[in-house]
């Protein structure tokens, strides 16, 4: 009987273990930082937070428009050239988690803040 127990304790744990798997699917620069708050709220931004990621199906300048945030306010989008795949798994209802890779002191915006990108699964 304890074996069994000690068998069902490991295997729930595996199972709220795996719930919690991060595949790093992408990486990239923030595209559009320097026209919404980012720049305002650079000092407050550290390396590691949390990002949420929005689609905007109905964005009229790209319909697999996935925008940036951080703590509701928004920094920018994925870069148009790189946000197929994620606004694909966004569509088909995966869960995707981002986070600041990278914050660099940089006149161009492009160079300021890099993303990770992960499929949660």
């Not at 905007?56 to 428009?65: C, F, G, I, M």
């Amino acid at each position: 009987m304890r074996f069994l127990l000690t068998s069902l304790i490991c295997a729930l744990s595996l199972a709220v273990q795996a719930q919690s798997v991060k595949l790093l699917v992408q990486s990239s620069p923030l595209a559009g930082f320097q026209y919404h708050v980012g720049a305002a709220l650079w000092t407050e931004l550290k390396v590691g937070d949390e990002l949420a990621l929005v689609r905007e199906p109905a964005n009229p300048h790209d319909a697999r428009a996935v925008r940036v945030e951080w703590r509701g306010m928004q920094l920018g989008y994925l870069p148009r050239a790189e946000n197929a795949a994620v606004a694909a798994a966004m569509d088909r209802g995966e869960r995707v988690a981002a986070r600041i890779a990278a914050l660099v002191e940089h006149r161009n915006p492009w160079r300021r803040v890099r993303i990770d990108v992960f499929v949660v699964l």
